[in-house]
């Protein structure tokens, strides 16, 4: 079993964010939204792993921010 990666992994995390903010650019919030879910189905079928995105969710779920738990 695989468990979930929370150490950075991103080789370029600041690039990253900027490529995300730009992709919500110019689309309203319920846009954005649906952006974000698909985003995630998309990741999520990537990763293929119930037991990580298991873990995923419950981390998403029980932490604040955007900071490792």
């Known amino acids: 079993m695989s468990h979930l990666n929370t150490k950075a992994n ?3 995390p600041d690039e990253f ?3 995300l903010l730009v992709l919500h650019e110019g689309r309203s919030e319920k846009e954005s939204e649906a952006l974000n879910a ?3 189905l998309i990741l999520a079928n990537h990763i293929g792993d ?3 995105l298991r873990e995923a969710m419950d981390l998403a779920a029980n932490t ?3 900071g490792e738990a």
């Open 50 to 52: 119930a037991d990580v």
């Open 10 to 12: 991103i080789a370029k």
């Open 38 to 40: 698909k985003l995630v």
């Open 64 to 66: 604040q921010g955007g």
């Open 17 to 19: 964010y900027h490529d």
